[in-house]
């Protein structure tokens, strides 16, 4: 899947339902998260790409995949598109990071998993450490 971000639009689209469709299918929220982080891992990460705090600019994960362009924070957000459409309750939050003052977007799923805190791992709440919760975001509200 690393060849993904060179492809059409088109084939970078049906990789995303594709991966929507598998991640649908896995018995675990476990296994779904897993799948969506080994998935969206690969991506290129640019410079700032989106707007954290005002998520009436947040692109739709069909304009993201267009565009082609992603910082931490856009890849948060289709990491939980990806599970959104999936059937997978998500929600976003804007943490900062109380020890380095970071403030970005993580993927909370099933009030357990973190995803997107720490590049490539899965983690949990109450391993994060000391993190101040800005904003959280039902993402059926970004979906409709």
């Known amino acids: 899947m690393k060849d993904t971000w060179q492809l059409s639009l088109k084939e970078r689209l049906k990789r995303w339902r594709l991966l ?8 675990s929220t476990s ?22 705090y005002d998520n009436s600019t947040w692109l739709s994960p069909w304009e993201l995949l267009e565009e082609n362009v992603y910082d931490d924070n856009s890849i948060s957000l289709m990491m939980a598109y990806t599970l ?3 059937n997978t309750p998500t929600r976003l ?22 995803i997107n805190y720490n590049y490539n791992t ?4 109450d391993s994060i450490g000391n993190v101040n919760i800005l904003e959280d975001i039902d993402v059926t509200q970004l979906t409709k």
């Open 84 to 86: 959104q459409y999936s």
């Open 20 to 27: 929507r469709s598998e991640v649908k299918e896995l018995p």
């Open 93 to 114: 939050l804007l943490v900062q990071d109380v020890d380095n003052s970071e403030i970005k977007l993580i993927v909370l799923v099933d009030n357990k998993y973190v």
């Open 31 to 52: 296994e779904k998260v897993t799948k969506v982080l080994d998935f969206w891992k690969s991506t290129p990460v640019s410079a700032r790409a989106m707007d954290p």
């Open 122 to 125: 899965i983690d949990t709440l």
